[in-house]
C-alpha cells in the first residue's frame, strides 16, 4: 500500500506558476503508475497527467499541454506537478493517485485507462488550486 500526501496549491494571480508536490509512503513507490487528476466544483474529476514508475514516460492532457510538466523522484518518493501560465480554468483540488500494475499488465502511458480515476486505488487528500483572474 502507499499512502499519498499532496502539497503546494494556493491562491495564484491568472499567469503565474504552482508547482504542487504529492510525497508517498512506503518502500514501492518506484512500482507504482501515478497521476494527477484535478476536480472543479460541479464538474467530475480529470486527468492532468500521468507518469511511468521509472518516470520515463509521460502523458499530459490535451487541456494544460505546453503549461503543465509532471515529473517524479523515485529516490525521494515524490512526484511533482509544475503549472505555469495557469488560467482561472485552472482552479480545482488537485489530486494525487497511485496504482501499481500487476507484473505482466500491459499498458502505454496515454493509454485511455490510466486517464480514468477508476484506475487508481490510492489517492491523496487533495491540495485547493485557485487562479484569480
Known amino acids: 500500500q502507499v499512502q499519498l500526501v499532496e502539497s503546494g496549491g494556493g491562491l495564484v494571480q491568472a499567469g503565474g506558476s504552482l508547482r504542487l508536490s504529492c510525497a508517498a509512503s512506503?518502500?514501492?513507490?518506484?512500482?507504482?503508475?501515478m497521476g494527477w487528476f484535478r476536480q472543479a466544483p460541479g464538474k467530475e474529476r480529470e486527468v492532468v497527467g500521468t507518469?511511468?514508475?521509472?518516470?520515463?514516460?509521460?502523458y499530459i492532457t490535451e487541456d494544460v499541454r505546453g503549461r503543465v510538466t509532471i515529473s517524479r523522484d523515485n529516490a525521494e518518493n515524490t512526484v511533482d506537478l509544475q503549472m505555469n501560465s495557469l488560467e482561472p480554468e485552472d482552479t480545482a483540488v488537485y489530486y494525487c493517485?497511485?496504482?501499481?500494475?500487476?507484473?505482466?499488465?500491459?499498458?502505454?502511458?496515454?493509454?485511455?485507462?490510466?486517464?480514468?480515476?477508476?484506475?487508481?486505488?490510492?489517492w491523496g487528500q487533495g491540495t485547493q488550486v485557485t487562479v484569480s483572474s
Open positions: 493517485a497511485a496504482e501499481k500494475p500487476p507484473t505482466d499488465y500491459s499498458y502505454t502511458i496515454s493509454d485511455a485507462r490510466l486517464r480514468t480515476p477508476e484506475f487508481y486505488d490510492y
Open positions: 507518469i511511468s514508475p521509472s518516470g520515463g514516460t509521460t
Open positions: 512506503g518502500r514501492t513507490f518506484r512500482s507504482y503508475i
